[in-house]
């Protein structure tokens, strides 16, 4: 009933930038309404769980893991049903794939999407 497609994921040089975006659509009646948290979440290479890495509110409040402040940015357009993290001085560490969905701390999530795969080489 939601479909989520992550997109701008890529290969980075270490210092470098990507923007991601998520799409989110469907049939169902929860997504008619974006006044939920939203977030995005990354899985490391041979990592067992995914970590959430930033969060949004639908009025803008964001939060960020202290490993990302002042380097990433999350947004979102609510009447487009997207939102995005801006990446920039991207460092090794930071490669993973990416996910987006609701916040998981403050309401159940979707089907996960496939994630977009960030690679920063060294």
């Known amino acids: 009933q939601v479909q989520i497609v992550e997109s701008g994921g890529g290969l980075a040089e270490p210092g470098g930038s990507l923007r991601l975006s998520c799409a989110v659509s469907?049939?169902?009646?929860?997504?008619?309404?974006?006044?939920?948290?939203m977030a995005w979440y990354r899985q490391a290479p041979e990592m067992e769980r995914r970590e959430l890495v930033s969060?949004?509110?639908?009025?803008?409040?964001?939060k960020y893991i202290d490993s990302v402040k002042g380097r990433f940015t999350i947004s979102r357009d609510n009447p487009k049903k997207m939102v995005f993290l801006q990446m920039n001085n991207l460092t090794p560490n930071d490669t993973a794939v990416y996910f987006c969905?609701?916040?998981?701390?403050?309401?159940?999530?979707?089907?996960w999407g496939r994630g977009t795969q960030v690679t920063v080489s060294s």
């Open positions: 969060s949004i509110t639908a009025a803008g409040q964001t």
């Open positions: 969905n609701r916040d998981w701390s403050t309401v159940a999530i979707w089907d």
């Open positions: 469907g049939t169902s009646r929860n997504i008619q309404n974006m006044r939920w948290t």
